[in-house]
């Protein structure tokens, strides 16, 4: 079955500090991964995505994420985080070429950024 | 592009009242995507559509709820009757299809009394 876990419930982190989110997917074609983030009373904003090719994929805000095929993971990285951060982010996976084009998202990772 | 337009943004209704919830999708998107986020549940997909068309809607939780798509630019969830436990924050989403990125709307948050 297709599934998606992020295993940090809550993280918190020190502002101006590195931080990595883990994801790891279950999925038995070729996916499409994907980190939305989500700021209290707001949307699900896509931060970066990954499709094809490199497998170090840059995104919006300074994030940037790696696909790790032969450890079924997608780690989010940021090298310096700013207090505007602190949000929920969630990591999904998609099917390259399939029937759906449904998403499976993970059930996040609260990030908490201390001054 | 304006992205994807949700209607109401905040509902509070009392129980036993219909509730309905709109959408409007990006133009030229041909997916379109209900969600409810709650802190018990998470984010939870209830229907979606391809074409206007439903898909799936196994995540629909009973027939109290109920999804139309009348037209590629506007889609409905409604709710009837709603019941306290219903409350929460729904969200409707839209893609090109084919490639799988969704982009959600702001969401309505949903309260029963």
């Known amino acids: 079955a297709q599934s998606v876990t992020q295993p940090d419930i809550h993280i918190t982190v020190s502002e101006g500090a590195s931080l990595e989110l883990r994801c790891n997917y279950s999925y038995g074609a070729t996916p499409y991964l994907f980190w939305y983030v989500q700021s209290p009373g707001q949307g699900l904003q896509l931060l970066l995505k990954?499709?094809?090719?490199?497998?170090l994929v840059q995104g919006i805000k300074g994030f940037e994420a790696e696909f790790k095929r032969s450890q079924s993971s997608f780690n989010l990285r940021k090298p310096s985080v700013h207090w505007s951060d602190a949000a929920e982010y969630f990591c999904?996976?998609?099917?390259?070429?399939?029937?759906?084009?449904?998403?499976?998202f993970g059930t996040g990772t609260l990030l908490a950024v201390q001054p | 592009d304006a992205g994807v337009i949700q209607s109401p943004r905040h509902e509070v209704t009392e129980m036993g009242q219909e509730v309905t919830l709109r959408c409007k999708p990006i133009?030229?998107?041909?997916?379109l995507f209900w969600y409810r986020q709650t802190m018990m549940r998470g984010l939870e997909l209830l229907i979606y559509f391809n074409n206007n068309v439903p898909i799936d809607d196994s995540g629909m939780p009973e027939d109290r709820f109920s999804a139309k798509m009348p037209n590629a630019s506007f889609s409905t969830l409604k709710i009837q009757p709603s019941e306290p436990r219903d409350s929460a924050v729904y969200f409707c989403?839209?893609?090109?299809?084919?490639?799988?990125?969704?982009?959600f709307g702001p969401g309505t948050r949903l309260t029963v009394l």
């Open positions: 133009s030229g998107h041909n997916s």
């Open positions: 989403a839209s893609s090109p299809g084919t490639i799988n990125e969704q982009f």
């Open positions: 990954y499709f094809s090719g490199d497998t």
């Open positions: 999904a996976v998609g099917a390259k070429g399939g029937a759906t084009n449904k998403l499976i």
